[in-house]
């Protein structure tokens, strides 16, 4: 177990007048998101880049139950691009907000520096409070169940951490260890009884048992492509999706790669035991996949190469972001359209009837609408002072 360090609140921008909307929004079925956006961070043709004098990282809070969704708060956080886009959770009220993979940026040793909590963001408070807990090793997929009563942490050195959530105290109880290497994303089965947790660098999805708050290794490992990534599970129940990152996603890997396709891989979490039925190709690095509330739709953010430098022949200017149907116990595809460049996480507004989409380098959400199968980009833009790297919906 670990305690809470520096319980302070940090500077926190609040809109005009959003801390009455916010509550106001509160007596409606509101459908909150949060984006997580790095600031210090700039990719300029496929190179990392850190400007001198950049924006501070922020934590986005989005009203998505009307059309375009609306900014509700913003707050200053530590948030970093690196790893997968599943590092910000919102309980299901959007009283409490937790947000992991922060990172500093030493510009005189020109140096990423990764820190190793995970920060408490009170979202009731005016302005918002921004707490820090330690939890011992750099946190990376954040999951909150649809209790709102409990969390997990995936982190980069093979652990999960277990957080207690009572308003707006949260506390860890306990630390699982399930692989020795990083771990990436992480989500809560629909009944709150299994969670699937992406083990990246050692291949393979594991899933955890859940009973009254305990959490264990099932010991039960599912399979995935390789450099399993973004994990996210249907409302009705019923499906799981993988995003499969390949070779890019390994540590260090040393070779030259020129966008080749990569992978996702559809997980039946109807009954137990939980069985991968299909892994199909998407365009390279799928960053971000999400799986619609009504389970019908899965949803694909794929760099397709514009993470590359241009002298790589596989190098493209945007993305795709593709719409796949589930039909039959088998994806389908039905429809893409192009992305943004190098773009992160994805998600569905809790109708099924769009898609959210993290433009990094454009430092811009964007907006999809699903019709029938078809994918179309609405042109709507949200646009934010950093470059938004991990987004999340309340547990659905």
């Known amino acids: ?18 801390t009455i909307a916010f509550a106001a929004c509160a007596a409606h079925a509101a459908d909150w998101i949060v984006s997580g956006n790095d ?24 009203d998505a139950s009307h059309f375009p969704p609306q900014v ?8 970093g691009i690196q790893g997968p886009p599943q590092a910000v959770a919102i309980t299901p009220d959007a009283g409490v907000a937790l947000v992991g993979a922060p990172t500093r940026y030493d ?17 009731r408070a005016s302005p918002p409070a921004v707490s820090r807990l330690d939890i011992g090793s750099h946190p ?13 942490v995936a982190c980069v050195d093979g652990s999960v951490v277990v957080l207690s959530i009572d308003g707006n105290r949260v506390t860890p109880v306990d630390t699982l260890k399930i692989g020795q290497k990083r771990l990436a994303g992480v989500s809560f089965t629909h009944d709150a009884k299994h969670a699937l947790v992406a083990l990246r660098d050692e291949q393979g999805v594991a899933v955890l048992d859940i009973a009254d708050g305990h959490v264990t290794d099932s010991g039960v490992r599912l399979s995935s492509g390789v450099a399993p990534y973004t994990v996210d599970v249907s409302s009705d129940g019923k499906w799981a999706v993988v995003s ?3 070779l890019a996603g390994l540590p260090a890997y040393a070779g030259k790669l020129a966008g080749d396709a990569d992978a996702i891989t559809l997980i039946d979490v109807s009954h137990e035991p939980f069985r991968s039925i299909q892994h199909f190709a998407v365009p390279s690095l ?8 009504d389970g019908k739709w899965i949803g694909v953010q794929a760099m397709d190469g514009s993470n590359l430098t241009p002298d790589n022949p596989g190098r493209h200017a945007r993305g795709k972001v593709l719409l796949f149907a589930i039909r039959n116990g088998q994806a389908v595809k039905m ?16 109708d099924s009837k769009h898609l959210i989409v993290q433009f990094n380098v454009e430092k811009q959400l964007a907006m999809f609408a699903v019709n029938g199968g078809h994918l179309q980009d609405t042109g709507q833009r949200i646009a934010l002072t950093g470059g938004p790297s991990s987004l999340r919906t309340t547990p659905r």
């Open 1 to 18: 177990m670990h305690s809470f360090i520096s319980n302070r609140t940090r500077g926190a921008q609040t809109l005009a007048g959003l």
């Open 39 to 62: 600031g210090k961070y700039q990719r300029v043709e496929g190179r990392d880049t850190y400007p001198a004098n950049p924006q501070p990282d922020t934590l986005t809070l989005l």
């Open 72 to 79: 509700k708060v913003q707050v200053e956080v530590e948030n």
């Open 107 to 123: 510009q005189a040793a020109g140096k990423l520096l990764m820190d190793s909590f995970v920060q408490v963001v009170d979202l």
């Open 140 to 152: 990376q997929g954040i999951a909150i169940d649809r209790s709102g009563k409990l969390a997990l």
């Open 244 to 246: 499969d990152v390949g």
């Open 286 to 293: 799928p960053e971000g996949v999400a799986i619609s509330p």
């Open 335 to 350: 429809s893409e359209a192009p992305g943004g460049e190098a773009a992160q996480g994805i998600v569905f507004t809790a």
